[in-house]
């Protein structure tokens, strides 16, 4: 049985920064595709990072791209997404997710965290 167990979220002040950690069980992250997603009130769900297994470069969504990182320690088992230069609009729970394969769109992951809570202050 897969398990994703998000943490790292918080509330911050615009212009912060933020780590979250995916720890991963039942699954080696090393061999699948891990994502990020987030989902703010009102909204649907929406990619925001993903990397692929091995030595797969990482995608980002444009909105994120330069200003969040994700990354992967396969000695952990853990998902990283170091967040930083964080915007109002970044205000949303975030999701990490597992999948053999694993795009944009969220139907393609089969797993999924319970999800963490991040706030931006402006």
């Known amino acids: 049985q897969v398990q994703l167990v998000e943490s790292g979220g918080g509330l911050v002040q615009a212009g912060g920064s933020l780590r979250l950690s995916c720890a991963a069980s039942?699954?080696?992250?090393?061999?699948?595709?891990m994502g990020w997603f987030r989902q703010a009130p009102g909204k649907e769900r929406e990619f925001v990072a993903r990397?692929?297994?091995?030595?797969?470069?990482?995608s980002y969504a444009d909105s994120v791209k330069g200003r969040f990182t994700i990354s992967r320690d396969n000695v952990k088992n853990t998902v990283n997404l170091q967040m930083n230069s964080l915007k109002p609009e970044d205000t949303a729970v975030y999701y990490c997710?597992?999948?053999?394969?694993?795009?944009?769109?969220?139907?393609?992951?089969?797993?999924w965290g319970q999800g963490t809570q991040v706030t931006v202050s402006s």
């Open positions: 990397i692929g297994r091995g030595a797969s470069f990482p």
């Open positions: 039942g699954r080696t992250v090393s061999l699948y595709v």
């Open positions: 997710a597992s999948g053999p394969v694993g795009y944009s769109d969220y139907k393609s992951y089969d797993s």
